[in-house]
């Protein structure tokens, strides 16, 4: 019986990690096949790394990506044109990369410090939106300047190594791009996301689609950039979802991890059967889709009533009349420097822009003398309303009421906002509106600063009432219209779950963790000095349901507000002379969150170079 004991092997610990028997396991890495051409790829080595690149663009993919599909897919969505060519097209293009990497080996090797301070100011003239251009022309002498000053010429002369020409600023920022590209696909892939978008035509009359995303990172959520692409075509919703759809695809991130998607209320983009909501809907049903909040607060105070919206006519009218012809401008600027107005200038109205109806009419008012005695110097027909009273306290209603529109239009904007939040701020204004029209109809307009520094200057008598009160009641109206009346209560859960109780929809489970994190004090500590995200988010990593449920309110965008900054950003960086390329790339180092990882995109370049 003892040999059969004494055979059997003996038992290894499985901590044991000083035996030398131990195999210690590889991690799978895929290799490069030769069959792989004939979708248009070779292979590189970026560090220790095996990856493919692209033979027809000489973009290089990340090393998971050496699998058929997501090369073909790559070749198909990215050079359709050259799905169908056969391998003897693709080995001529390898031949001609080797080529042009053999050319770019022979340069001149550049010291690591002054490729890396290549990389940093080309850094700090994207973030700027500056030109190019200002590196060599301006950046650099300064810098040589300053140090020549300060230490000495030879040091100075060191900063001549760093090459800043308009070329090598674009490649930067083209690197750049891609590594902030890459860091935030790879913190969003796997993880639930939501997204605005917002198509525009630019000065140029190019259309750009752009695409911000917000997702979960570490404890708390993050907003960026996720693409600026342009429209080539119509900007109709089937355009718009293939662009979209493609780049998701590319980036290898999963519609159904979106929760969220915000948008304006073009048809394009909101309707319900052909529009971009109801495409993603299809392959992705659980999507919340939102109306921009900002946007139906701008159309919902857009309405006037006759009388009002005369005045306003006339306000636009005057206004272009002093602002379309300079030497009338220069003759009203002289005219407020000499009555010691606070400003010399009217403002132009731009129906897109949504303070610029409060901001003309304000500053209209304030100068309503001036542009009095403008007007009758130049024998306008418009001088007489601005001598009548009437015209006057209406001009002067509406800019206080525009004012308050703009406040609240302001107290939307900005980054991380939700739903919670941005519906308190709607609720508080038609209680206000509700408030006002009360007052209004004692007599009361304590509420309407202008309106009543006006009346009691010139001890006038209030004519206007009726016409406020019909104005104030539509705005109720078209407030109800495009907020519809919701429970105030639906979301105190989320705000402070531990003076609210659970909504009737709520599981058993979901009761039950929402009972445990009521009862638990160091969670109601917890919820005063954080955000409500952050709060929500460690409660997600102990109850999973609970807490899901409330990111999933305020996980998706409210409004569009991040895009309009977007466009903004473009106009300033277009100019004829950088590619749509370039803008994407520039757009999307100028205002990103993320920071670029300087020294393995530096030692990238020195590994690629070298191969």
Same mark, same amino acid.
């Given at each position: 019986?003892?040999?059969?004991?004494?055979?059997?092997?003996?038992?290894?610990?499985?901590?044991?990690?000083?035996?030398?028997?131990?195999?210690?396991?590889?991690?799978?890495?895929?290799?490069?096949?030769?069959?792989?051409?004939?979708?248009?790829?070779?292979?590189?080595?970026?560090?220790?790394?095996?990856?493919?690149?692209?033979?027809?663009?000489?973009?290089?993919?990340?090393?998971?990506?050496?699998?058929?599909?997501?090369?073909?897919?790559?070749?198909?969505?990215?050079?359709?044109?050259?799905?169908?060519?056969?391998?003897?097209?693709?080995?001529?293009?390898?031949?001609?990369?080797?080529?042009?990497?053999?050319?770019?080996?022979?340069?001149?090797? =550049?010291?690591?410090?002054?490729?890396?301070?290549?990389?940093?100011?080309?850094?700090?003239?994207?973030?700027?939106?500056?030109?190019?251009?200002?590196?060599?022309?301006?950046?650099?002498?300064?810098?040589?300047?300053?140090?020549?000053?300060?230490?000495?010429?030879?040091?100075?002369?060191?900063?001549?190594?760093?090459?800043?020409?308009?070329?090598?600023?674009?490649?930067?920022?083209?690197?750049?791009?891609?590594?902030?590209?890459?860091? =935030?696909?790879?913190?969003?892939?796997?993880?639930?996301?939501?997204?605005?978008?917002?198509?525009?035509?630019?000065?140029?009359?190019?259309?750009?689609?752009?695409?911000?995303?917000?997702?979960?990172?570490?404890?708390?959520?993050?907003?960026?950039?996720?693409?600026?692409?342009?429209?080539?075509?119509?900007?109709?919703?089937?355009?718009?979802?293939?662009?979209?759809?493609?780049?998701?695809?590319?980036?290898?991130?999963?519609?159904?991890?979106?929760?969220?998607?915000?948008?304006?209320?073009?048809?394009?983009?909101?309707?319900?059967?052909?529009?971009?909501?109801?495409?993603?809907?299809?392959?992705?049903?659980?999507?919340?889709?939102?109306?921009?909040?900002?946007?139906?607060?701008?159309?919902?105070?857009?309405?006037?009533?006759?009388?009002?919206?005369?005045?306003?006519?006339?306000?636009?009218?005057?206004?272009?009349?002093?602002?379309?012809?300079?030497?009338?401008?220069?003759?009203?600027?002289?005219?407020?420097?000499?009555?010691?107005?606070?400003?010399?200038?009217?403002?132009?109205?731009?129906?897109?822009?949504? /303070?610029?109806?409060?901001?003309?009419?304000?500053?209209?008012?304030?100068?309503?003398?001036?542009?009095?005695?403008?007007?009758?110097?130049?024998?306008?027909?418009?001088?007489?309303?601005?001598?009548?009273?009437?015209?006057?306290?209406?001009?002067?209603?509406?800019?206080?009421?525009?004012?308050?529109?703009?406040? =609240?239009?302001?107290?939307?904007?900005?980054?991380? @906002?939700?739903?919670?939040?941005?519906?308190?701020?709607?609720?508080?204004?038609?209680?206000?509106?509700?408030?006002?029209?009360?007052?209004?109809?004692?007599?009361?307009?304590?509420?309407?600063?202008?309106?009543?520094?006006?009346?009691?200057?010139?001890?006038?008598?209030?004519?206007?009432?009726?016409?406020?009160?019909?104005?104030?009641?539509?705005?109720?109206?078209?407030?109800?219209?495009?907020?519809? !009346?919701?429970?105030? @209560?639906?979301?105190?859960?989320?705000?402070?779950?531990?003076?609210?109780?659970?909504?009737?929809?709520?599981?058993?489970?979901?009761?039950?963790?929402?009972?445990?994190?009521?009862?638990?004090?160091?969670?109601? /500590?917890?919820?005063?000095?954080?955000?409500?995200?952050?709060?929500?988010?460690?409660?997600?990593?102990?109850?999973?349901?609970?807490?899901?449920?409330?990111?999933?309110?305020?996980?998706?965008?409210?409004?569009?507000?991040?895009?309009?900054?977007?466009?903004?950003?473009?106009?300033?960086?277009?100019?004829?002379?950088?590619?749509?390329?370039?803008?994407?790339?520039?757009?999307? !180092?100028?205002?990103?969150?993320?920071?670029?990882?300087?020294?393995?995109?530096?030692?990238?370049?020195?590994?690629?170079?070298?191969?």
């Amino acid at each position: 019986m003892d040999k059969f004991v004494t055979a059997l092997p003996a038992k290894r610990k499985p901590d044991d990690e000083s035996s030398p028997n131990v195999a210690t396991s590889k991690a799978k890495t895929r290799k490069y096949d030769e069959a792989y051409l004939a979708l248009g790829f070779t292979s590189t080595t970026v560090g220790k790394e095996e990856r493919p690149q692209c033979v027809v663009c000489l973009k290089i993919l990340a090393c998971d990506s050496l699998k058929p599909n997501k090369l073909k897919r790559h070749l198909e969505t990215t050079h359709p044109e050259h799905k169908d060519k056969p391998v003897e097209f693709f080995r001529k293009k390898l031949t001609q990369c080797r080529a042009q990497q053999c050319r770019f080996t022979k340069a001149a090797s =550049l010291p690591a410090n002054a490729q890396l301070a290549s990389y940093k100011v080309a850094y700090r003239v994207a973030q700027c939106k500056k030109p190019h251009t200002i590196a060599e022309e301006l950046i650099l002498p300064s810098a040589i300047d300053m140090v020549s000053t300060m230490i000495d010429e030879a040091t100075a002369s060191k900063l001549k190594a760093i090459p800043l020409s308009n070329n090598t600023i674009s490649r930067r920022i083209y690197d750049m791009s891609k590594d902030i590209e890459e860091q =935030l696909n790879d913190k969003i892939r796997d993880r639930r996301f939501a997204l605005q978008m917002d198509e525009a035509t630019d000065s140029n009359k190019d259309c750009l689609l752009i695409t911000y995303v917000r997702f979960i990172d570490a404890d708390g959520l993050r907003e960026d950039l996720l693409f600026c692409k342009q429209v080539t075509s119509r900007a109709t919703a089937d355009e718009l979802f293939k662009i979209i759809d493609t780049y998701l695809r590319e980036a290898d991130l999963k519609w159904e991890d979106c929760v969220g998607i915000c948008t304006d209320g073009a048809q394009a983009m909101a309707g319900r059967r052909g529009g971009l909501q109801a495409l993603i809907k299809r392959i992705s049903p659980n999507v919340q889709w939102t109306h921009c909040m900002i946007h139906r607060e701008a159309l919902a105070s857009k309405q006037l009533s006759p009388d009002l919206h005369d005045v306003m006519t006339d306000v636009i009218t005057t206004v272009n009349y002093i602002k379309t012809r300079p030497v009338k401008a220069r003759i009203f600027s002289a005219l407020c420097e000499e009555m010691g107005s606070d400003h010399t200038a009217v403002l132009f109205h731009s129906e897109s822009r949504w /303070l610029s109806r409060g901001k003309v009419l304000s500053r209209v008012f304030e100068l309503r003398d001036e542009i009095r005695i403008f007007l009758e110097e130049e024998e306008n027909k418009l001088a007489h309303k601005f001598n009548n009273n009437k015209f006057l306290m209406k001009l002067a209603y509406l800019s206080d009421m525009f004012q308050k529109l703009n406040e =609240l239009n302001l107290q939307m904007q900005g980054s991380n @906002t939700h739903l919670p939040h941005l519906a308190d701020k709607i609720t508080s204004f038609t209680r206000k509106l509700e408030m006002w029209e009360q007052r209004v109809t004692e007599g009361n307009i304590d509420s309407f600063e202008n309106l009543k520094s006006f009346i009691e200057v010139n001890k006038l008598q209030n004519t206007v009432i009726p016409c406020m009160k019909a104005h104030i009641s539509a705005l109720q109206k078209h407030f109800q219209r495009y907020f519809p !009346v919701q429970d105030p @209560t639906q979301y105190d859960w989320i705000r402070d779950p531990f003076s609210a109780t659970p909504p009737a929809e709520f599981s058993t489970t979901e009761n039950e963790q929402f009972i445990d994190v009521t009862s638990d004090s160091t969670m109601r /500590l917890e919820v005063k000095s954080k955000t409500l995200a952050a709060f929500w988010i460690g409660v997600e990593k102990d109850f999973p349901l609970l807490g899901k449920r409330a990111l999933a309110t305020l996980l998706p965008f409210a409004t569009s507000y991040l895009c309009e900054i977007g466009f903004s950003a473009v106009a300033s960086i277009k100019t004829k002379y950088r590619s749509k390329l370039d803008i994407e790339n520039e757009l999307r !180092v100028a205002v990103s969150q993320l920071q670029p990882r300087f020294e393995k995109i530096c030692s990238m370049k020195q590994a690629h170079t070298s191969h």
